[in-house]
């Protein structure tokens, strides 16, 4: 497939009506993101880890992607015009995860929601995470195709709700051994068209949860149901079914693996293509991480696999796709239409 150039502008514009036709600016809402505390990441080798657990504040390299977290609420403060968004800067972000985890066994991971209202103030909620849930950040990088699972196939047919359903493919390499267990990811049939508080992480998460909720899919960190034992999410798309734009799943960003012909030399290669930002899907810290390391510049073997913003055409099923989040860090993902 070859990706075309996108007009941001003429997208923007097109999409102007349908945003300001469901956007109501006295609707009350909050913004939020949530990252992961894990004494496992810490990366400052100038204190010893037994000693920055108890500092004051904490280092921010125990929360993955810590940066990448603050600046999506500052834009996401700033688009919406949130009081004293100004003011959440790295140091009051540090004291308030510090002070939420004051009580806390600090030697084990935690799920931290960090929540904004209207009026500038910051709410905190926490969870531990299991060991047994590590964060992975190994990227794949497949220089060839990636063969679909048959769900036709005896095996998936006879699953008997014992056995996660795994992924074997000689073109993944050992690194992504972690890969193995993937998502169970359906697709959503409806369309749905982006607003601005869903394509910024807000509380406004009624399309999310009606996606879910289709599927039987029980909420996140609960126990999946029916046929497969696989964590399950749903994809969701906008546009139309001549004209299909897959965005993200209800709690992921996804990268879809294609083969990409250059537009003026003719030159293929693989890429791991992830929506483009005009297609209404969200910025997902973990998402922009990847953009940002693993872009053409980034990639040591010119011959691997790398990363892109594209539309992604069609999804065939059984495809494997990579969904990623700031919790687990990056998963694959097995496509069920």
């Known amino acids: 497939m070859t990706l075309e150039p996108v007009d941001i502008e003429t997208i923007a514009n097109s999409l102007v009506p349908s945003f300001n036709s469901q956007y109501d600016n006295n609707e009350e809402f909050s913004i939020f993101t949530t990252l992961r505390y894990d004494p496992l990441i810490y990366s400052d080798n100038s204190v ?6 108890d500092e004051n504040p904490l280092n921010a390299s125990l929360f993955f992607l810590f940066n990448y977290h603050l600046e999506k609420l500052q834009r996401s403060g700033e688009f919406f015009s949130f009081k004293n968004i100004n003011g959440l800067t790295e140091s009051v972000l540090l004291r308030h995860l510090t002070n939420a985890l004051q009580s806390k066994d600090r030697l084990t991971p935690h799920r931290i929601r960090i929540t904004i209202n209207r009026e500038g103030e910051v709410d905190l909620t926490i969870g531990q995470i299991s060991i047994d849930d590590p964060i992975i950040t ?88 029916g046929k497969y034992t696989n964590t399950q999410d749903v994809l969701l798309k906008t546009g139309t079914k001549s004209n299909t734009s897959y965005l993200e799943t209800s709690i992921c960003s996804v990268f879809f693996h294609r083969l990409l012909t250059h537009p003026t030399n003719g030159s293929q290669s693989w ?67």
């Open 138 to 225: 190994v990227f794949p990088k497949p220089n060839a195709p990636i063969p679909p699972v048959d769900w036709s196939s005896n095996e998936l047919q006879n699953n008997d709700n014992e056995s996660p359903i795994t992924i074997q493919s000689s073109s993944l390499s050992v690194a992504t051994i972690p890969y193995t267990l993937p998502y169970v990811v359906y697709v959503y049939p409806e369309f749905i068209t982006p607003i601005p508080q869903t394509s910024f992480k807000t509380t406004i998460r009624d399309l999310h949860n009606k996606a879910r909720a289709y599927f039987s899919i029980p909420a996140p960190g609960h126990p999946p149901k």
């Open 48 to 53: 010893p880890l037994l000693d920055a657990i």
């Open 271 to 337: 890429a791991w293509v992830t929506p483009p930002l005009a297609s209404g899907c969200q910025d997902g810290a973990t998402r922009r991480w990847i953009l940002d390391s693993f872009s053409g510049s980034k990639i040591d073997n010119k011959n691997e696999c790398e990363v892109k913003e594209g539309y992604v055409g069609d999804l065939k099923d059984g495809e494997i796709i990579m969904v990623v989040n700031a919790l687990r860090g990056i998963r694959l993902g097995i496509v069920k239409l």
